[in-house]
T-cell receptor, first 114, second 119 residues
Framework: AQSVSQHNHHVILSEAASLELGCNYS??????LFWYVQYPGQHLQLLLK??????LVKGIKGFEAEFIKSKFSFNLRKPSVQWSDTAEYFC????????????FGKGTTLSVSS | GAVVSQHPSWVICKSGTSVKIECRSL??????MFWYRQFPKQSLMLMAT?????????EQGVEKDKFLINHASLTLSTLTVTSAHPEDSSFYIC???????????????FGEGSRLTVL
């Protein structure tokens, strides 16, 4: 069975600090990988996704993530966070074939102080 | 972009009553929809996979007789919480995958969620 582990439960940063959120998954086959963000009171929005190809994926709002197959990891990064990045971040995975549900990690709460 | 809409966004009901939540894909057809449940400060837990025209597939531990799912058309899936109890209070989120021809490799589009409070 697939599983997703997010190591950081709550991260607190000052504006302009760099961000890295860890995500590891467990699955024996080929996967699709996602990072979603949930701003307070809003629904989930896709930040970025990896299906195949270049393991360094760039998403919206300056976020990027790197897929390291040997480590089963898909860490999210941003060089300089802003106060508006305060949100809940979820890593998710599904099997590469179409038709399967996403399995989510427990989420990481990011709080950015101005 | 693809839009998934849920209704109602907020519902309060008495214990023992049933509540229906609708999930609609507004600008695309969705053969498959997924229902998730999110507890406060926790992740999204997959409840069931809803396939148009067939019975839903429930995850282990989810009572299919309590959480009735109907996917009668390519744009609508409903979740009915039957005989609701306070422990059913939660945030229910649906998501949909567009049919082949539009990002069919895995991306899901999420509804706004429906918060259920059972008194």
């Amino acid at each position: 069975a697939q599983s997703v582990s997010q190591h950081n439960h709550h991260v607190i940063l000052s504006e302009a600090a760099s961000l890295e959120l860890g995500c590891n998954y467990s699955y024996g086959g080929t996967v699709n990988l996602f990072w979603y963000v949930q701003y307070p009171g809003q629904h989930l929005q896709l930040l970025l996704k990896y299906f195949s190809g270049d393991p360094l994926v760039k998403g919206i709002k300056g976020f990027e993530a790197e897929f390291i197959k040997s480590k089963f990891s898909f860490n999210l990064r941003k060089p300089s966070v802003q106060w508006s990045d305060t949100a809940e971040y979820f890593c998710a995975v599904n099997a590469h074939q179409a038709g399967t549900a996403l399995i989510f990690g427990k989420g990481t709460t990011l709080s950015v102080s101005s | 972009g693809a839009v998934v809409s849920q209704h109602p966004s907020w519902v309060i009901c008495k214990s023992g009553t049933s509540v229906k939540i609708e999930c609609r894909s507004l600008d695309f057809q969705a053969t498959t929809m997924f229902w998730y449940r999110q507890f406060p400060k926790q992740s999204l837990m997959l409840m069931a996979t809803s396939n148009e025209g067939s019975k839903a597939t429930y995850e282990q531990g989810v009572e299919k007789d309590k959480f009735l799912i109907n996917h009668a058309s390519l744009t609508l899936s409903t979740l009915t919480v039957t005989s609701a109890h306070p422990e059913d209070s939660s945030f229910y989120i649906c998501s949909a995958r567009a049919n082949l021809g539009r990002q069919s490799t895995g991306e899901l589009f999420f509804g706004e969620g429906s918060r259920l409070t059972v008194l």
